[in-house]
């Protein structure tokens, strides 16, 4: 069930969210956490069907702040969708006009739930410093998405410059299952790794991120090559006892090639929003790689010394940057 209020204020919200509950016996309230989205018009069904999915994991509030025309008189549309109708926990979508886009903290503040964390999230372009802002600064945690930008390597640089505890970009989580894998060749021996390579389409943040990794984890000069895509194609540990390869042509599963052992087909799946969201969710506490990563990719590319900076070749025009069999 979907109960609209339109040309509505925030007493009138409360008002409608606790007959809600009563009606269903308050189960609202017992949700893991709170999710505020805050996004516009475009990009609004994408992110509150990206967050009901992951709610199946983490079940939570979802409060969706959508920005509409910001010249108009200021006026709030709410919609209230029960708990089970587009997930585990009731949903609200408030479409602000005018002003009162700039000021969502004010509007949202009295329908938290007291004591449950609070976690934003920024589908499309996030702020550049989310702890500042107004929804951010409510928020245990803040999830931006640098790949949303015109500029995704400037946008997340430059929202690395403000990092503050609990923030965090999604083209860092989409690296998960790249890291996880590489981290598990290692449990093979193979000697000392002395260089490395990270191969994917131009301008992909989490590219730069994953070759950052791999420099401040091994202490090794990280080479960053450009492919056609889609997303990451390549990864190449060059070890002493002979290249490790992970490559991934299709965006779906990768093929892994160890010295003196048969290649082998491992699942590799780009990460949907969703997937990326309920990773993040299961987390409340800081990053720490994160921000490790962040910070130390940030000082090399004001050194000049970025990976993405080094790349003076293509994937094409050098075959051995998909890594060596």
């Known amino acids: 069930m979907t109960m609209y209020l339109p040309r509505t204020d925030t007493s009138q919200i409360t008002e409608a969210l606790a ?17 505020v989205i805050v996004t516009d018009e475009a990009d609004h069904y994408d ?15 979802i409060i969706a702040v959508i920005r509409r025309d910001p010249d108009a008189e200021p006026a709030i549309d709410a919609e209230i969708r029960r708990p089970g109708t587009s997930g ?3 949903a609200l979508l408030l479409r602000l006009y005018g002003p009162l886009g700039e000021h969502a903290d004010s509007v949202i503040t009295p329908l938290l739930v007291p004591d449950a964390p609070v976690v934003a999230w920024w589908p499309g372009a996030g702020p550049a410093e989310p702890a500042a802002d107004p929804v951010g600064r409510l928020a245990h945690r803040r999830i931006t998405d640098a790949l949303r930008a015109p500029d995704p390597m400037a946008d997340l640089l430059g929202r690395i410059g403000n990092y503050r505890p609990g923030d965090t970009d999604l083209t860092w989580t989409r690296l998960t299952p790249w890291r996880s894998m ?18 994917a389409e131009d301008h992909y943040p989490s590219a730069d991120l994953l070759a950052a990794w791999l420099a401040h984890q091994l202490d ?11 997303g990451i194609t390549g990864t190449r540990l060059v070890t002493e006892g002979g290249d490790i390869a992970l490559r991934r042509q299709d965006g ?8 003196g052992q048969p290649d082998q087909t491992v699942a590799l799946a780009r990460r949907r929003a969703s997937e990326a969201l309920a990773e993040e969710l299961r987390r409340l506490d800081p990053d720490l790689m994160y921000e490790r990563t962040a910070t130390f990719l940030k000082d090399m590319t004001e050194r000049g ?4 900076q080094r790349a003076a070749r293509t994937a094409e025009a050098a075959p051995s940057a998909e890594g060596a069999q």
């Open 305 to 308: 010394e970025a990976p993405g």
């Open 88 to 90: 585990p926990g009731e």
């Open 19 to 35: 007959q809600e509950r009563h009606s269903i016996g308050g189960g609202a309230m017992n949700m893991v956490l709170t999710l």
């Open 47 to 61: 992110a509150v069907r990206a967050a009901t999915e992951a709610g199946r994991e983490h079940p939570s509030r």
């Open 252 to 259: 779906r599963v990768a093929t892994l090639s160890r010295p």
């Open 220 to 230: 090794v000069e990280v080479t960053r090559t450009v492919s056609n895509g889609p």
């Open 182 to 199: 590489l981290a598990s060749t290692m449990d093979h021996p193979s000697g000392w790794v002395t260089a490395a390579e990270v191969t």
